[in-house]
């Protein structure tokens, strides 16, 4: 029998050795050993855990578990105490550590909005050095940076970081490479330049030129990719299609067999309720059958009008056109966009089957309308038009696809709702993408003092900012009565405002200073550009009878050789204007829905002499023609992103919200007549 090593105590108690010497180890009064931290790897505890491992740890292994903090800080929002961290680092840092260093502090940069920053630091980064799990975020950062701005470089990005990723973030990278690609230009796109090994980014434009050929058809566009599949089996997209490209596939036409007309019959919006019931009826019932171009196009001077007994050739219609020759006869399946993409043209229709009852907003409210239109059968609601009822569309819920005549100031996406409105926000957005395209990069808006004008002054300047703007300076001016004094004393007006505050994507919307969370103001919140500044370009919201007094105060002020870029709403433009008043606009740009910028002369013939020469019932009656055709490509404009209608108040498109976008038509003043800006 084997012996056991025993320990014998004074008190005659026998203690095995192994216990004892557990016992010592015990009292010893060491510290257990902090778990070494992997920089290289995932950082998805808390910022609690990483400090306390920071504050235990040897100085050997501090600094890493310093860096593990600061991303976790940064993921928790905890930006002061994650950059008061990061500048608490050692001097004395390895390569791997001055890596985790730059990449983190690019990411700081982000999640502060100095996104400059954060891009210069990007681009000193060696990406071949970094681990797999580094790499992912190094790419991240690259595309957060670029702030939601499509590029060559921000799309390799999101290739190169789609192998790192797991299976739900590799679905949001194919979503986000699409997202990129679809906002390119033609011009971006005829400009890349790409590496004969870049196969995966070769099969993605692939793909986006296949869909912008065929988007217009599902079936079609279901067999090119089918095929591209068969050449990319590679490509990412090979095997989950983007998310909007597979709802393209899916797609399914609503219904316009019985459509329900909400309208405001009685009461003060009624004449308004009219218009755009004449223009929806003559769009259903095939009279309007000319397809509208997204450009209008000049003719000689002594061309017929829209008025043919007029002299002046500028009559009735922003641009004269040829009675012989009528710009509508462009060849529809040739149009394209500014940008020379392909757009859907109005195809002229033949009368509808469908049925059209119309019900009376004034006299029922909303929601019991809803609940009988759908009892009715109704398949589709277009309509309401008052803003109070429209406002109603969200608190509601109706399972009927809705095209609403205008929209909410807080818009929410519903799946079955889309919003349509000849809104001047719309125009002013539309505006601001114009002078930017014109090279222009300090603009004032004049505005009306009041609501309208600075409604009109924050979409351009939130427009603006997404183009790569600063700040938009806006000078507020009164009556008709005001500025006559003005002109009268030999006041002119000078090239001064106060900034628009918009919160951009590149500051932070507030500012947190001693506990009190304050809005926080732009970057040149300070700064007022005079008339000897940086103004380059005027926006001028006004009517014709304020325009004719601004423009020569401008004048008077700037002289009429300053080189400024003069630009001015559709609520300054009034058909029928004679060719003094267009000699003393010369050089001013305006812009206008396609109908009255001369873009189907007949059918302004016939809406002009239906409304007296009315041209604000005018734009409500091609408001009502381009209702009737949305509803008829509802299913498009609510599921397929990048669908775009040419239509009788601009080329339609919608945005994620599947609010109706409208790029309208510019003109110019010139030499006492109006001719198209090409």
Request: charged content about 15%; glycine content about 6%.
């Amino acid at each position: 029998m084997l012996s056991s090593l025993i320990v014998r105590t004074k008190s005659g108690r026998i203690i095995p050795v192994v216990l004892a010497a557990m016992l010592m180890a015990a009292c010893s009064g060491q510290a257990p050993q902090t778990p070494a931290a992997n920089i290289q790897a995932e950082a998805s505890a808390s910022s609690e855990y990483y400090l306390q491992q920071m504050q235990q740890s040897s100085d050997d292994n501090k600094a890493d578990w310093q860096l593990l903090a600061i991303r976790s800080l940064i993921r928790e929002g905890k930006l002061p105490q994650a950059a008061e961290l990061l500048g608490k680092l050692p001097q004395e840092l390895t390569d791997v550590q001055r890596q985790e260093q730059q990449l983190v502090s690019a990411e700081l940069s982000i999640a502060q909005k100095n996104m400059p920053n954060a891009s210069a630091i990007l681009a000193k980064l060696n990406v071949d050095s970094l681990s797999n799990s580094q790499k992912a975020r190094y790419y991240q950062a690259v595309i957060d940076a670029s702030q939601g701005k499509a590029s060559l470089p921000v799309i390799r990005a999101y290739i190169a970081q789609e192998p790192l990723l797991n299976d739900k973030q590799r679905l949001q990278n194919i979503n986000g490479t699409w997202a990129a690609l679809t906002q390119l230009t033609q011009a971006d796109l005829n400009s890349l330049v790409i590496n004969a090994d870049e196969n995966i980014l070769q099969g993605w434009l692939d793909l986006l030129r296949l869909y912008q050929d065929n988007k217009q058809d599902p079936s079609l566009l279901k067999a090119a990719i089918k095929d591209w599949q068969t050449r990319y089996p590679n490509n990412p997209a090979s095997k989950v299609l983007p998310t909007a490209l597979d709802n393209v596939l899916n797609f399914k036409q609503a219904s316009t067999s019985s459509v329900a007309l909400l309208l405001p019959l009685n009461g003060q919006a009624q004449v308004f309720a009219n218009a755009i019931q004449a223009g929806f009826n003559a769009a259903k019932n095939g009279v309007i059958t000319q397809s509208a171009p997204s450009q209008p196009a000049a003719a000689p001077d002594d061309a017929n009008a829209a008025q043919p007994t007029s002299t002046d050739p500028n009559a009735n219609g922003a641009v004269s056109t040829s009675g012989a020759a009528p710009v509508a006869e462009a060849t529809p399946a040739a149009q394209t966009d500014a940008d020379g993409m392909p757009v859907a043209p109005i195809v002229p229709p033949s009368a509808s089957n469908a049925q059209i009852k119309v019900y009376d907003t004034s006299t029922q409210p909303l929601p019991a309308l809803l609940a009988q239109a759908k009892q009715d059968g109704a398949t589709l609601v277009v309509g309401p038009l008052l803003k109070e009822n429209v406002d109603q569309l969200s608190a509601g819920s109706t399972p009927l696809n809705v095209l609403a005549l205008n929209q909410p100031e807080q818009v929410q996406n519903n799946p079955n709702i889309c919003y349509f409105a000849l809104s001047p926000e719309n125009e002013a957005r539309d505006a601001a993408k114009h002078i930017w395209e014109q090279g222009k990069r300090t603009p004032l808006i004049l505005t009306p003092r009041g609501s309208l004008g600075d409604r009109v002054a924050k979409a351009f300047a939130q427009e603006w900012q997404q183009l790569g703007g600063s700040t938009v300076l806006q000078q507020g001016f009164g009556s008709t009565g005001e500025l006559r004094q003005s002109i009268n004393g030999g006041t002119g007006i000078r090239m001064t405002g106060q900034p628009v505050m918009v919160a951009s994507a590149s500051q932070p919307q507030s500012v947190t200073i001693a506990g009190l969370t304050i809005p926080a103001p732009p970057a040149d919140a300070g700064a007022v550009s005079t008339s000897s500044g940086k103004v380059d370009a005027v926006y001028i919201i006004a009517t014709p009878a304020e325009l004719t007094l601004i423009k020569p105060m401008i004048d008077l002020a700037n002289g009429s050789h300053s080189g400024l870029g003069l630009y001015a709403s559709s609520r300054s433009y009034q058909a029928g204007s004679g060719p003094d008043f267009r000699l003393e606009m010369d050089g001013l740009q305006f812009s206008d829905i396609p109908l009255l910028a001369g873009s189907n002369p007949a059918l302004l013939q016939q809406a002009a002499s239906q409304f007296k020469n009315d041209y604000s019932l005018v734009r409500l009656y091609a408001m009502g023609a381009d209702a009737w055709v949305l509803a008829n490509h509802f299913s498009q404009m609510r599921q397929i992103g990048g669908f775009q209608l040419n239509g009788s108040t601009g080329v339609l498109s919608a945005d994620s919200n599947c609010v109706i976008n409208r790029k309208l038509p510019w003109l110019q003043y010139r030499a006492g007549s109006i001719v198209p800006m090409q």
